[in-house]
């Protein structure tokens, strides 16, 4: 059997049995199905990337049927492995993996246990179809998919309604952004005749349309990557996110629906790199976003929310290198940030797990010795993000300084301040939740405790990628030549990246930049928050801070010039449209109905000399039009 029906089809077949039946089956075996289905997809991903690297010629391809065949028209519904999709499935089913085995520890005394596991099989699968696909259609179809199941995961807890709202607030935002993308294809339909990404780029080379119509198409698309990515004005619903439970959180921040955005630039970078517009504001979005989600993340106490402004800030950070055309850079970055934002997240749901399901860091504080594992492990997630020296993260985000350094001075001056915000508020959380004494009152600190092995395990499994997943593209001033990364991915890049103009000894200094960067914010938030004693206050802040917490009134922004119109316009057409219009119409038609019902009633009763009398009226009356006509 082909393989990649087989990656594609085992996740489905966990969503099916665990949807269908897995109430009635028992919930280590609900469990097991879950996390096997993803496991094996992940082996047989692995296979392939050997296969890959024993054979740079080798390829494997899926075609199911042939989804619409109109003139010249042919949309397949198809796959295919390249160096990028199975460097993407990789991380989902890897990650993917551990955020399963998580789950079993972290979701065993819920009710909903089977169910969540149907949802998490199902939302794999999806970000598996809209990576393996051949297409723009198959992108679609798992694009959609992900987004249905970000709603049915984020309102998991749906008796709280709170939860149902960022559901649907993730939902409804999510589909301004697909417009943008089903629009973007249409496009690319109209001028190309084809949604195949290699008919695309052959098109593109031919020079088959104008530079203003890439343009076009480019903005479009890049919406729909706004939506999915959460960058301004579409990022409000991630941070909302968060209502789900911890580990729907860590797949959607890590593994599978946020990266969406940027594959799909990165898989259609010839024609983002034909038109320079829509990358420059590309790389503006990607630096504004990224300052400010890290600005309102310096307020944030909701230990989630923090993390949910970092991945929002850290996605800017991958936009800017897309912006610069570094794919490999952004790549390499999406795939750092998979593992320690799935190590924070997964650590954070330790501490909400071990603190009796409390999340404000104020009521949190000296957890390190009750909790050691989970102490060290977010530990080195912190240091990763932060910038520590030799960590993963000091790797992905130094390569993407140096390409903005290269692309625009100023840029690069916005981003080292956006690094700085990075270190200050992820160390802030950190120093805060673990240092220090133990701060709440409704839960005694003799209760908390270390999360089980099914939960520390992937832990230690993420730190440990943390730690070295530096290694994936050690850049050329310490190897002397290309990275791992870099060289995968060369084959599959229509356009050949540059490599750095700037001198080896200027790349050491924006080195020396980006530690001292790491240092200050080290020592600036070590000073305040350990050797000061200082915890974040219950009151509110005014001024600048707080605009910062309150997330700079952006959503009261969007609530003011959006819903309250909308919600206003539903009333009018509830209380006076339907009331006055509609009500009225309906009942009179059904009145009418109803008098005609009766008149019918009293022609058909059954009296068959009547009939029959009907009948020869019935004839003389045609025959006398016959005759007079």
């Given amino acids: 059997m082909n393989s990649i029906a087989l990656i594609l089809g085992l996740p489905l077949i966990g969503f099916i049995i665990n949807g269908v039946i897995g109430k009635q089956l028992p919930k280590i075996v609900s469990g097991l199905l879950g996390i096997s289905t993803i496991l094996i997809a992940f082996i047989l991903t692995a296979s392939k990337l050997s296969q890959f690297v024993s054979n740079e010629s ?65 939302f794999v699968f999806n970000m598996l179809m809209l990576v393996l696909g051949s297409n723009f259609l198959m992108l679609f179809f798992g694009w959609e998919g992900v987004g249905l199941c970000s709603y049915l995961l984020i309102g998991f807890w ?291 405790h270390e999360s089980p092995m099914g939960m520390t395990l992937p832990l230690i499994v993420l730190a440990v990628l943390s730690l070295i997943g530096g290694a994936l593209n050690l850049p050329e001033y310490l190897t002397h030549q290309s990275g791992i990364l870099a060289n995968w991915l060369k084959p599959i890049l229509t356009i050949e990246e540059t490599k750095h103009a700037i001198s080896h000894s200027t790349e050491y200094i924006l080195i020396g930049v980006a530690i001292l960067v790491f240092v200050t914010a080290l020592l600036f938030t070590r000073s305040k928050y350990v050797s000061n004693h200082h915890v974040p206050k219950d009151e509110e802040s005014t001024g600048v801070q707080g605009y910062m917490e309150n997330k700079f009134y952006v959503d009261e922004l969007y609530n003011t010039i959006f819903v309250k119109p909308l919600e206003g316009l539903s009333d009018i057409l509830g209380n006076f449209f339907e009331s006055k219009v509609i009500s009225p119409l309906s009942f009179g038609i059904n009145s009418v109905l109803t008098k005609v019902g009766k008149l019918n009633r009293y022609i058909q009763d059954g009296n068959i000399e009547k009939y029959l009398l009907y009948m020869v009226i019935g004839v003389v009356i045609l025959i006398g039009i016959n005759l007079f006509i």
Wanted: net charge neutral; proline share 2%; charged share 15%.
């Fill in 158 to 448: 749906y008796s709280r309604p709170e939860y149902g709202k960022a559901a649907r607030k993730a939902f409804i935002m999510n589909r301004i952004g697909d417009l943008g993308l089903l629009l973007g294809m249409f496009l690319l339909i109209h001028q190309f005749g084809t949604l195949d990404y290699d008919g695309v780029i052959e098109g593109i080379s031919q020079g088959k349309t104008s530079a203003g119509m890439l343009t076009a198409i480019s903005m479009l698309l890049f919406v729909g990557a706004m939506g999915k990515s959460a960058q301004i004005p579409l990022y409000t619903w991630l941070p909302d996110a968060m209502a789900g439970p911890t580990p729907v959180s860590a797949l959607i921040h890590a593994a599978t629906m946020v990266t969406a955005g940027i594959y799909l630039i990165v898989r259609t970078q010839v024609l983002f790199e034909m038109a320079p517009f829509t990358s420059e504001f590309i790389f503006w979005i990607g630096l504004s976003t990224s300052i400010l989600a890290a600005l309102i993340g310096l307020k944030q106490n909701d230990i989630k929310k923090v993390l949910a402004y970092s991945t929002v800030s850290q996605l800017g950070f991958m936009f800017v290198a897309l912006g610069c055309g570094a794919y490999t850079t952004a790549m390499f970055h999406l795939t750092t940030h998979a593992f320690f934002k799935a190590l924070l997240f997964l650590g954070a749901g330790s501490v909400i797990h071990g603190v009796h399901h409390e999340q404000d860091i104020r009521l949190m504080g000296g957890l390190k010795s009750k909790m050691p594992i989970t102490y060290i492990t977010f530990l080195i997630g912190t240091l990763a993000i932060t910038g520590f020296p030799f960590l993963s993260g000091f790797f992905s985000k130094d390569e993407i300084l140096t390409h903005v350094f290269e692309h625009n001075k100023i840029g690069y001056g916005l981003m080292v301040f956006s690094a700085l915000l990075t270190g200050i508020y992820m160390f802030r959380m950190f120093f805060v939740t673990f240092h220090g004494s133990y701060r709440n009152t409704h839960f005694s600190f003799d209760k908390v």
């Fill in 58 to 122: 080798f390829s494997e391809s899926l075609k199911l049927f042939t989804f619409l065949n109109v003139d010249n028209l042919v949309l397949e519904a198809s796959f295919k492995f390249d160096r990028l999709s199975i460097w993407m499935t990789m991380i989902i089913t890897g990650i993917g993996t551990l955020i399963h085995v998580y789950s079993m520890a972290y979701m065993w005394n819920d009710e909903g246990f089977h169910k969540f596991f149907s949802y998490l099989n199902f």
